[in-house]
């Protein structure tokens, strides 16, 4: 007899061409950490714009909640194999951010950074373009706290560790500086439709 469930790991052929190799889907939504869920509420919470060590511009939750949004909806990809289609985000495009800023991207390597201590490097260009939010609610309600509330980080084309939750800003780099898993190990850009898991690979 053939199931699905425990044993139906292949995706349904309607969606299998949205799912990576050696990834499967989930229904929910895993929860994955390095550390505690850091405590930001939005009297506290700002978002700093840096040019190397220059701050840009920083923004408090005031003033990033009139930036434009932009809701989007992407499937996700976890590298310890999980992924999510269909997941709807709302928040503030990337490029929204640098317009407000005035600011045209200065190096072509950004870091993101976390209220937890997190970073992770992507590109700019994985940036730029409507392919990445500062996102700060996720299928209609805000983010979950232990999910990066107030305010994540969302390039979902990249593998998901590359969404830094708790996100307190971004800092364009010179070099492609490795983040907190880059530098343990976890591939520099992370493409799930290469597999791209760990450095090497
Ligand atoms: N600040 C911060 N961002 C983070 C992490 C973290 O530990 N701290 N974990 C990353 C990893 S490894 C993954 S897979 C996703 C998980 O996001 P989720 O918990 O919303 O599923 O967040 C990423 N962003
Ligand atoms: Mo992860």
Redesign the pocket.
Known sequence: MATRGFTGRRPAPEVADRVPPGQSITQG???????PTPRVTLDNWSFALKAGPRLVKRWNWAEFCVLPRTEVNRDIH???KWSKLDTTWTGVLIDDLLADAGLAPPTPFALAH???G?S?NVPVADLVGGKAMVATRYAGNSLAP???APA?LLVPHLY??K????ISGLQFTERDEAGF?ELRGYHTYGDPWREQRFSGN
């Open positions: 939504f895993p929860v994955l950490s390095a550390g976890c590298v310890t976390s209220y937890d997190y992770t232990e999910h990066g994540r998901f560790w969404s830094a939750k708790w898993w």
